[in-house]
């Protein structure tokens, strides 16, 4: 427990660090995932940060290719979960999906555009953005994010990062547990 307590502290994102961060992982997977996926031509996911809010991201797709992803500036992010976080809420994860949607045949379908918590598309929908990382980055995800984070100032032990992954796996899905029961 020491050494974890250690460790996120050492992994901790610079508060005046975190946008430059979240923007330039959200570049970096569009890069990515653009031509692999067929992204529409002009899609765009705008952030904003936040404070005092009781989740740690939030996506909501605005319509036309474009969505906001609303990050807890507050909720004491590390570096080694960012690059997992931002592939959930936009490449490949939520935003993708829903440009997909909008953009695919069955682009007429209005009920699509809606989503109704504790639903099975709900379920569907969180469990492919929460492979979202792995399906674009494979097991070396965090050297990569390493990379990118490097770039912006904001230093993540890519390697530990990655050896550490599968066993927090465990906590984030007791904490999408404990989400659903709430």
Known sequence: AERLVAHRLRDAVAPGRLADAVESLTAALRHRVAGRYGLPPGDVVEHRLLHNVPWRALHTY???????????????LRAGQLARLVAHETYPGHHT?????????????????????????TVVSEGMAESALDTVMGAEWGRWASQVLGGVGVPLDGELAERLDPVLATLRRARLDAALLL
Do not use: F, K, Y
């Open 62 to 76: 605005s319509g036309g290719h474009r969505s906001i992803v609303r990050i807890n500036a507050g909720a004491g």
């Open 97 to 121: 999906e829903c440009s997909r949607a909008e953009a695919g045949p069955a682009r007429d379908r209005v009920e699509l555009g809606l989503s109704v918590l504790g639903t099975p598309h």
